[in-house]
């Protein structure tokens, strides 16, 4: 079996500036349309991943080292999973996860806090997935953040948090800008595997 192909800096560059394009396009749309749960959920989703593919592409200009793929994959799933906490109230009409906040109890930074604990005790395997988690939870925070309130601190508080949405849109086109500045960096990691 031949092996992949390998990506080149230009597609890096105009992959960082669609992924920047369609998160906002996203949000421009949902701000517009306001649509069901059903068609938001749909949109909001690739915005997560979105989000998550920037910010670790980002990371990855930086930092000195690649960034080891599990790590990576990880993250990016659980920028996405992290969700499934929305099944009960969807489609259960069941509040068990979100009674008194207005998202499910693990968009929080219990949930993150748990996952960065089990990075920094474990070791090997486990300690790259534990940081994937955390890392893939606190990108998806950032999103949900800016978009919508969200009860961060439970279970000490139910008590709603936002950022500007604003600040969330500059985070994203720096981290977009940099992966633009040091595509070769992005790409190294994958030239080693």
């Known amino acids: 079996m ?3 192909p390998r990506l080149r800096p230009r597609a890096v560059v105009l992959a960082a500036a669609l992924g920047l394009a369609l998160v906002l396009l996203i949000d421009r749309f949902v701000e517009a349309e306001s649509p069901s749960y059903v068609v938001l959920g749909l949109v909001d989703e690739p ?3 979105t ?6 592409a980002a990371l ?3 930092w000195p080292r690649p960034l080891p793929r599990a790590y990576v994959l990880v993250a990016l799933a659980a920028s996405v999973l992290i969700d499934a906490d929305h099944v009960p109230d969807a489609v ?3 509040q068990v996860l979100t009674s008194g906040t207005p998202r499910p109890y693990p968009h929080s930074m219990t949930t993150l806090a748990l996952a960065a604990l089990v ?3 474990a070791r090997g395997r486990l300690r790259v997935v534990a ?3 955390a890392t893939g939870v606190a990108l998806h925070l950032l999103r949900d953040l800016a978009t919508a309130p969200v009860a961060l601190w439970w279970p000490l508080t139910p008590r709603h948090v936002t950022i500007p949405y604003v600040a969330y849109g500059c985070a994203l086109t720096a981290a977009a800008a940099l992966v633009v500045a040091r595509p070769g960096r992005v790409l190294r990691a994958q030239a080693r595997e």
């Open 47 to 49: 915005a997560h991943f």
């Open 119 to 121: 990075a920094l005790a």
């Open 131 to 133: 940081a994937g988690i």
């Open 51 to 56: 989000t998550a593919a920037l910010c670790l």
């Open 60 to 62: 990855a200009a930086l």
């Open 2 to 4: 031949a092996p992949p």
């Open 92 to 94: 259960f009409d069941s």
